[in-house]
C-alpha cells in the first residue's frame, strides 16, 4: 500500500509540473510575439539584418499564444 501512495504522489507532481509549464509556455510565446511585434513596427531592418524575412516575423507575430512557435532563424 506504501508503494502505491508514493507512486500516486510522483505520478500526481508530474501532472502537477505539467499544469505550470503550460501557461509558463504560453506566456513566454506571448511576450515572444509581443517583442517581435514591436520589432516589426520599429526595427524592421534588424530583422532583415538578423535574417528573419518580413512576412516571416509578421505570420508569426499574429499568431495565437497557444499555437507553437513557427519562426525558424536561418
Known amino acids: 500500500m506504501r508503494a502505491y501512495m ?8 508530474l501532472r502537477l509540473d ?4 503550460v ?4 506566456w513566454q510565446r506571448a511576450c515572444f510575439r ?3 511585434r514591436a520589432d516589426l ?3 524592421p ?7 528573419i524575412g518580413l512576412h ?5 507575430a499574429s499568431r495565437f499564444f497557444w499555437e507553437p512557435l513557427l519562426l ?3
Open 6 to 13: 508514493q507512486f500516486e504522489s510522483s505520478a500526481g507532481h
Open 18 to 21: 505539467a499544469i505550470f509549464s
Open 23 to 26: 501557461p509558463a509556455t504560453w
Open 34 to 36: 509581443a517583442e517581435l
Open 41 to 43: 513596427r520599429d526595427k
Open 45 to 51: 531592418d534588424f530583422l532583415r539584418d538578423i535574417g
Open 56 to 60: 516571416e516575423a509578421q505570420a508569426e
Open 72 to 74: 525558424k532563424h536561418r
